[in-house]
């Protein structure tokens, strides 16, 4: 049984150590790391490395810098330029080549800006989305263990050539049974837009992502998560997701992704 992404093991000096279990396995390869756990267990680093400093996550991009496996990493995080009203920090994971040496294999970087009150000036690009009836099939992927199984999947009904639609919540706690802030919750799901709006068949295409990208003009609330995604394939074996994202409340931000297609053979 999945009853978390990662658990803690001992500080290594600067830094904090991680067991991956089963819930962080990719649908394309049971190996590697699905990319929202890295990106939320990175997150998580940001957010610890950023309490008391006045400053909220705008923008946070997660660079895969390599197969993240299914085993024990280190991860740091670092202010990468200071500031009381605007700074970036960054935190990376690291783990072991078979010869033993680190590598780092994926990276994030965020922007912190210092909130002001601009409650009567605010705006959303997007009316709320309401959770509607469900398809039969949440993902093109039903039944692959690991990380899916972390997940409540609800992809639903949305006319025909429109962007394809789902809510998702985590069913399991980021780290051990350690608090999981809504940020993190979040990150645990956003790297899914890829899937949701995959315009191609998996069965015939891997399209994985390099990284994804994500703005917030608000931080999200609760547990419940929508994306709105829509995958664009070029004529050479690149593509792009680009998505919309909803808590309950409404819109709070968008996400990015690049993608390598590959035809299975």
Known sequence: MIDCLFRRLADDGEYSVFESTDGTRSNWDPQIQHGSPPLSLLTKAIEDLSAGS???????????????PVATVRVRAWVE????RISMMAAEMLAHRPDGSLRAVARVSAWLL????TAD???????????????????AWEGAPGYLETVSWRRQRTAEGAAAEAWLSPLVPLVDAEPTTPLQRLTMVVDS??????ALDPQQFLFMNTDTAVHLHRLPAGNDFALRARGSIGPDGIGVTTGEIFDRDGFIGTVAQTLLVQRRR
């Open 121 to 139: 000036a605010a705006t959303d690009r997007y009316p709320p989305m309401v959770e509607g009836e469900p398809t039969a099939v949440a993902h």
């Open 54 to 68: 006045g400053l909220r996550v705008g923008r946070l991009t997660l660079d895969i810098l390599g197969a993240i």
């Open 81 to 84: 330029r200071p500031g009381t």
């Open 193 to 198: 837009a890829n899937g949701i709006g995959a």
């Open 114 to 117: 210092a909130p002001s009150d």
